[in-house]
């Protein structure tokens, strides 16, 4: 996109020469010969970039300045040129937001390099700004999905608490979307302008995990050449998010514990303390409280960061939510394919449902890409999926023994007898297939479907096939 420039200079010459000087560059160029026709035309148009003369007859170049800053949401960068006689008003210019200025006469080359990186300043701002507003609106409530009681109160839990600076824990097995969650407590704050870091405390050893969360001073250690911030200063004003806070060695906890209380950093090799204000966020796949118990974690810092706990509920407890989920990871997939719609058959669904993901969310969105990648036909089907989730056993999470009791032997039998069915519908009533899918002997699912009323009408399906038919004439012969 052209970039778009308002020239403002009494010396009409010099307009006319900088027009030609910065139109052969590619940019769109208006002009303005004084303070009042500058501010009318900023009321009316949006500018990338200012170049304004400090002193005119109808007033200051400062006001034209302050005019942009005041009327143009988006930012503008503003270059002031003035004689060597008036640089204080120049660096004046600077205090109130000028990005430079440039003394006149001014050497060609040396202006069209600062006008270049003054609009490459902007671009990257607007570029940022663009990538921010992604990230808020990736991280909405909305686009975590979840409609189960458990989600929704999870939700409404995360959007109260989003507005505080108060330390969450984040509890959950691998895979529930514990990072995901504290990304929207981030975005949805007061501190979402600022940074979100993270850091897996259990992917590094002590003394990096150390220079990698306070920094360090140049020749603190073997290595160490240059000073370097820690994720604490860096995250200053914003958030900070210790996954994997369980891995945590005791010696790290002590130095996390001390931080924390404090509210400051000491680099390593330093002496000065440092300042910080940082919203920490911690989570976990691990049960800290049995590890307290078990002397491998701190009770005095597991209360530091339980100040607001948040338990993620894993996938197979909220089975309501996988069709809403399989919809989504596969419209998304779908899209990088080219696959305007993405049709799961209602056996493919109910073995996506009664799958028991141990790898909760992360392991369902891998399954739809892996099934979609190797897709092809109008509808996925039960045979379309991995073979793990196709052997799906029914999970016992949810059964309720009744008051009265229950014939275990007569509702074994029953759900045997349910499965049984479906595997031979599935293999088109083939028992040796059937009884595979089953993970049975042949022997087994023989005595089995004899038992539940199945042998005469699978004997008629094999009677049926090709192959079988083949076999009997040949033993007809044989004979």
Same mark, same amino acid.
């Given at each position: ?43 009316? !148009? ?153 850091? !897996? ?279």
């Amino acid at each position: 996109m052209t970039s778009r420039l308002l020239i403002v200079d009494d010396e009409q010459s010099l307009l006319e020469f900088l027009v030609l000087l910065l139109s052969k560059e590619g940019y769109e160029i208006e002009t303005a010969p004084n303070v009042t026709e500058a501010k009318e035309k900023i009321a009316q !148009n949006r500018y990338d970039l200012l170049l304004c003369d400090i002193t005119m007859p109808d007033g200051n170049g400062l006001e034209v300045l302050e005019t942009i800053k005041l009327q143009q949401q988006d930012p503008s960068a503003v270059i002031m040129m003035t004689a060597h006689t008036s640089t204080e008003t120049a660096v004046e210019a600077m205090k109130l937001g000028a990005y430079d200025y440039i003394c006149k006469p001014f050497d060609v080359e040396e202006l069209k390099i600062l006008v270049k990186k003054a609009l490459e300043k902007i671009q990257l701002y607007d570029e940022n700004a663009y990538l921010r507003k992604e990230l808020e609106n990736r991280y909405t409530f909305s686009n975590i999905i979840g409609r189960s009681a458990r989600m929704l109160k999870i939700f409404a839990t995360v959007e109260k608490i989003a507005r505080t600076a108060s330390t969450v824990l984040v509890q959950g097995e691998s895979g529930t979307g514990k990072e995901l969650i504290a990304r929207a407590i981030h975005y949805n704050s007061p501190r979402s302008t600022k940074r979100f870091l993270s850091v !897996n405390c259990g992917a590094l050893p002590d003394n990096l995990l150390e220079s990698e969360l306070f920094g360090h001073e140049r020749g603190a250690f073997t290595g160490a050449v240059k000073q370097k911030q820690g994720l604490f200063s860096e995250a200053h004003e914003g958030t900070l998010f210790l996954d994997e806070i369980g891995e945590m060695t005791p010696v790290m906890q002590v130095k996390l514990l001390r931080t924390l209380q404090e509210r400051t950093v000491r680099k390593v090799g330093g002496t000065r303390e440092e300042d910080i204000d940082v919203r920490v966020i911690a989570a976990t796949n691990r049960d800290l409280e049995e590890q307290i118990g078990e002397g491998e974690f701190r009770e005095d810092l597991f209360y530091r960061i339980n100040v607001i706990p948040i338990m993620l509920p894993p996938l197979r407890q909220r089975r309501e939510d996988i069709p809403l989920l399989v919809e989504h990871f596969a419209s998304k997939v779908g899209r990088t394919l080219g696959l305007e719609k993405v049709p799961f058959s209602r056996e493919a669904m109910r073995l996506l449902e009664q799958y028991d993901w141990p790898g909760n969310v992360r392991e369902l969105e891998n399954v739809v890409e892996r099934t979609l990648a190797l897709w092809s036909g109008e509808t996925i089907s039960a045979e379309d999926l991995p073979r793990a989730v196709g052997r799906a056993t029914p999970t016992t999470e949810g059964i309720v023994l009744p008051e009265d009791g229950i014939d275990l032997e007569v509702y074994l039998d029953d759900i045997r007898r349910q499965l049984m069915e479906q595997a031979l519908e599935r293999t088109g009533w083939v028992q040796t297939k059937a009884a595979e899918t089953l993970g049975m002997t042949f022997r087994s699912f023989r005595y089995y479907a004899k038992k539940a009323g199945f042998k005469g009408r699978a004997s008629a399906a094999e009677a049926r096939r090709p192959d079988t038919a083949a076999r009997s004439t040949e033993g007809q012969a044989d004979s």
